[in-house]
């Protein structure tokens, strides 16, 4: 019967983790790039990648190589070539390619940008620049969403996910030391990305709430289309490297403990004997 409850108690702790969402991803651009890459290709998935360049600055929308992006709001849109000439002077952080203007406003996702994929996916990446600049105090009482600038993807319009928040310059990523001077490069540059392996999807929303700030998306994108249940499953995530092995043991340890304590006081009562200890 205790080998039971012990098996009972394991069993109940780690059916946790295997709730499927979607994973996230929100780095500096380099390594943000590197684990969304290594995510796909590790479950016998294939990264499809595209620079955007060439796009048309003052338009609404941009029909690309297996995609299209349109403003949500079909308004005109601002396209930043290189953001800040970091890409023509060689910086790591620099973004990959153009990026598009998001101004967010109320509603906020009506100001952000619409990827429709000829071919289905269920995983998109995309890189940000002069995010969390300002504006990083944000109320939003008519969304719940935290304070701050939050950035959002949503899949086919469905449930839309919190990728970023930022509560001030620091909070982005992509503002690190680079050149191992001891000092913050405050690049404003990162890259944010969601798998979320339940279907595939023929649209991504991506928007930002951070009232009053200069947003821009695009850069490279990175999509896939994944296996169902590929990535969020206990078998294939999270990496062994990214367990906390002794906790995970301390916490089975507690749900065992406490299954067979909860036993023990039973079998007591059952005899007509109060708990002592």
Known sequence: MRRKLACSAVGS??????????????????????????????VGGTVQTLALSGLTSNASSWTLPGLTIRATDNTDRFVYGDYNGYRAAGRSYAVGGATIAIAPAVPASGSGLTFTFATPVNAFGLEIADWATCCTSVLHPDTGAPVGSNLFISFDGG???????????????????????GATDYAFTNFVAAIDDSRTFSTVTFYGDGLGEALYAGGTLRWAAVSTGSVSSPASAPAPSAIDEPAVVGLAGMAIGGALLNRRRR???????????
């Open 13 to 42: 702790l780690l059916s946790l983790g295997a709730i499927a969402a979607p994973v996230i991803y929100n780095n500096d651009v380099v390594s943000g790039r590197a684990a969304f890459d290594s995510t796909i290709t590790g």
């Open 159 to 181: 449930a839309t996910r919190i990728v970023a928040n930022a509560i001030n310059a620091d909070s982005n990523p992509g503002n690190k030391d680079y050149d191992g001077d």
């Open 267 to 277: 079998l007591r009562w059952q005899h007509g004997r109060p708990e002592t200890r």
